[in-house]
């Protein structure tokens, strides 16, 4: 079992950055890949970023287009996303996941935060 906790949403403006940060529980953190997904009001909840296990391998939605980075720190329990150059349609409700195995469906992920609020004004 694990269980995540995301934080670092707010309000920013068009161009600013946000660091989004998830805190996992338990040992087993280094055990499981990681996924960021993201859902926007009226829309499906879609793929944004993901990391293996080591760190050492990362694959992004193709709208992030080098604006956004995915990083973890196994020592920490945490994995991180950090968002750069902003725009007023990244504005959703950001979710951190973990996978045993490896992907960017939702129905690959086991586990979820419960989200945190990314607002991006123009």
């Known amino acids: 079992q694990v269980q995540l906790v995301e934080s670092g949403g707010g309000l920013v403006q068009a161009g600013d950055s946000l660091r989004l940060s998830c805190a996992a529980s338990?040992?087993?953190?280094?055990?499981?890949?990681m996924g960021w997904f993201r859902q926007a009001p009226g829309k499906d909840r879609e793929f944004v970023a993901r990391i293996t296990r080591s760190g050492g391998g990362t694959y992004y939605g193709d709208f992030v287009k080098g604006r956004f980075t995915i990083s973890r720190d196994n020592a920490k329990n945490t994995v991180y996303l950090q968002m750069n150059s902003l725009k007023p349609e990244d504005t959703a409700v950001y979710y951190c996941a973990a996978t045993a195995a490896w992907g960017n469906r939702i129905s690959d992920y086991d586990y979820w935060g419960q989200g945190t609020q990314v607002t991006v004004s123009s």
């Open positions: 338990g040992r087993t953190f280094s055990s499981y890949a």
